[in-house]
Structure formats: structure tokens, C-alpha cells
């Protein structure tokens, strides 16, 4: 197993019901993956350095993850 560090940036247009609801579609998405979360830190509504899709802010969640570096796809 190999460890990594992800940030998802989420839409700052979606309920809180929503985020929450997509957070945890990625945790079932790591654990299909025989991956664990190590630790998760929820940075809140942060502005982006840039524009991305005409946002200027998103939720920032940010994750320290094991698993096996093959079940990785961008």
C-alpha cells in the first residue's frame, strides 16, 4: 500500500446535504479500492487561487489516503 494526499475541491453552489453526500462517495470510492483514509481535514469555503469554471471560491477537503498505488486513476 502506498500513501498519498488529495484535496478535493468542491462546488461552493451545492447544500451542505450534497457535500456531504459527495464526500462520502469518495470514501466509498477508496474503500472499493481496498483503500483506507489516514486522516481528513475539512479546510471550509476557501477562495481558488484562480478562477476554475467561473468560481472563484470551492469547499476544500483535504485527505491523507493508503492504497495500492495501481487502483489509482486521474
Same mark, same amino acid.
Request: net charge negative; aromatic share 6%; no cysteine.
Given at each position: 500500500m502506498n500513501k498519498f494526499e488529495a484535496?478535493?475541491?468542491?462546488?461552493?453552489?451545492?447544500? +451542505? %446535504?450534497?457535500? !456531504? !453526500?459527495?464526500? %462520502? +462517495?469518495? /470514501? @466509498?470510492?477508496? +474503500? @472499493? #479500492? #481496498?483503500?483506507?483514509?489516514? #486522516? !481528513?481535514? /475539512?479546510?471550509?469555503?476557501? /477562495?481558488?487561487?484562480?478562477k476554475i469554471k467561473s468560481f472563484k471560491k470551492a469547499f476544500y477537503n483535504f485527505f491523507q489516503l493508503e492504497v495500492d498505488g495501481n487502483k489509482i486513476e486521474i
Open positions: 484535496v478535493l475541491l468542491i462546488s461552493p453552489e451545492i447544500s +451542505n %446535504a450534497q457535500l !456531504k !453526500k459527495e464526500l %462520502a +462517495n469518495f /470514501d @466509498t470510492i477508496l +474503500n @472499493t #479500492n #481496498n483503500g483506507n483514509i489516514i #486522516n !481528513k481535514e /475539512d479546510w471550509g469555503l476557501r /477562495d481558488l487561487s484562480y
